[in-house]
């Protein structure tokens, strides 16, 4: 135990060490001067904590309801994603997918405050962030972050906490790709290597601007603009998440599932998940969180939250009918696993659009990811050929995919959406193509895999020759719980 204890922290610090040295060497922020639009949206969960003016006082009403946001999201992870994610597994391997969730959680925290949000959400490059906030250095009670209205500002403690958690589930999703029979020690190590450097530059690339303030004409526009995240400077649309959640999540984990190998047995023996009870119960946890998730990612307590708390709200019901009829017609029988995880899918699909579409659009995005991920978890898992244990990437990863594009769609004002803001104008820009935010929506979409891969593999492969990935096979029979944390969840 000693041993695996040592490696963990080695490998922490050379990850740590790593990263810093990324940050340094990273160049300097550019603007995508040819294909950018008007302005880019609010089309993040989050802004930078930026410099504003002393006079600016957060609103206690903001405050009060991005506290409330951040302890949903929380909600989600635990105990949401561990219930049922848990209810999925067989009985054997539950209180293991419980003990990842927490640990994970906390472990992803702590990173965050050390280095995570600063390296994601000050200025530094187009690619990553900076050293402002190292350690969480200089922030203090009156610290101010900005939101996406010209002199609104929030305290940046709710800020970075909000980020925090965000950061924390996305870490979490990854493990039903490859649940039931990977090391936990192992697992640990991939979340520190991964977080360093697939979620927190695409994060930065996504999300980070320095705030509407000092945008005053087209110059100052350019300028604020060219300092933001990469992706950000494109123009894509993603309010809390698609791209940085959720298609993050999935492809670490279908990645997972293939190097670390199919389960014992998979294919031969019956591997149903052990207590539905806990997926719905799950789900449903899930689905309330989930209006923090997407309404606090407005930042305000404002209309713009209103509409993303509307739209979560009527996607994911369409979902839940979409696949629960789709499966009726093709399986004979809708399933109580079939509507949870079509609550799910809604979910997901809804997550970069839940700002920018109308509620008309917010039904067609949920039934098509109904329909479209229940494919992905029957014949698109079959034509991968992967042991995707709990289906992450046929709900997250197609759902995530699906929702980043039809965002692209949807947000257009002609078909109910909010278009783009234009900060010079302060009003939606009079010109929208739905062609042209498709292709911004496309590149980011295959951006994030491609990086999201290629960090994966590298750090599994080498997790694997350094502690190994997966239990002996009489401890992945026996059950992780067993063999891996002395426990059963039911005692005989």
């Known amino acids: ?102 640990v994970i959680f906390s472990v992803i925290t702590v990173l965050w405050a050390l280095y995570g949000y600063s390296f994601a959400f000050t200025e530094g490059g187009a690619f990553i ?22 002199g609104v500002v929030i305290p940046e403690y709710v800020f970075m906490a909000f ?8 870490c979490c999703l990854i493990i039903g790709s490859f649940a039931e029979r990977a090391k936990f020690s192992a697992i640990l190590v991939f979340m520190i290597i991964w977080f360093t450097f697939s979620y927190l530059p695409i994060a930065h690339m996504v999300w980070f601007w320095p705030g509407p303030d000092d945008i005053k004409d087209a110059a100052s526009l350019d300028a604020i603009t060219a300092r933001a995240g990469w992706l950000w400077q494109k123009g894509v649309l993603d309010f809390a998440g698609g791209t940085v959640v959720h298609i993050n999540a999935a492809i670490a984990g279908l990645v997972g599932s293939f190097v670390i190998g199919k389960r014992v047995g998979y294919g031969k023996e019956a591997m149903k998940p052990h207590n539905l009870v806990y997926v719905m119960t799950g789900a449903a946890l899930l689905w309330f969180g989930w209006f923090g998730f997407n309404a606090g990612s407005a930042l305000e307590a404002n209309g713009s939250a209103a509409l993303a708390f509307v739209n979560t709200y009527l996607a994911t019901a369409a ?52 329909v479209v991920c229940l494919w992905g978890v029957t014949g698109l898992k079959k034509i991968l050929g992967s042991d995707d244990s709990l289906d992450v990437f046929g709900v997250h990863g197609v759902g995530g995919i699906l929702g980043a594009l039809l965002t692209g769609v949807f947000a257009d004002p002609a078909l109910g959406g909010t278009g783009i803001w234009d900060y010079v104008a302060n009003a939606a820009a009079p010109d929208y193509s739905i062609a042209s935010q498709l292709w911004i929506q496309s590149q980011v979409v295959i951006t994030t895999i491609i990086w999201y891969g290629v960090v994966s593999f590298i750090a599994f492969k080498l997790i694997d020759i350094v502690i190994g990935l997966r239990v002996k096979e009489d401890e992945e029979r026996e059950g992780l719980d067993i063999s891996s944390h002395g426990e059963s969840a039911y005692e005989s």
């Open 319 to 370: 979902a839940v009918l979409a696949w629960s009829c789709a499966e009726w017609v093709t399986k004979g029988k809708p399933s109580v696993l079939g509507a949870a995880s079509g609550c799910v899918a809604g979910l997901v699909a809804i997550t970069p659009a839940a700002g920018f579409v109308g509620p008309m659009g917010s039904l067609v995005i949920g039934a098509a990811a109904g």
């Open 129 to 150: 962030g900076g050293l402002d906030r190292l350690f969480l250095a200089g922030m203090t009670p009156d610290s101010v972050a900005a939101t996406f209205s010209k």
């Open 1 to 102: 135990m000693l041993t695996w204890m040592k490696r963990l922290v080695a490998g922490s610090a050379m990850a740590l060490a790593i990263g810093a040295t990324g940050v340094i060497v990273t160049s300097p922020a550019h603007a995508d001067e040819a294909k950018k639009p008007a302005v880019t949206a609010p089309a993040a969960a989050t802004a930078a904590a930026a410099p504003v003016a002393p006079a600016l006082v957060p609103n206690k009403g903001d405050t009060a309801w991005m506290l409330i946001s951040t302890a949903l999201v929380l909600l989600m992870t635990l105990p949401g994603l561990a219930l049922f994610y848990g209810g999925l597994t067989r009985s054997k391997n539950i209180l293991s997918i419980c003990m990842q969730c927490m």
């Open 163 to 170: 980020q925090a958690v965000f950061a924390t589930i996305t």
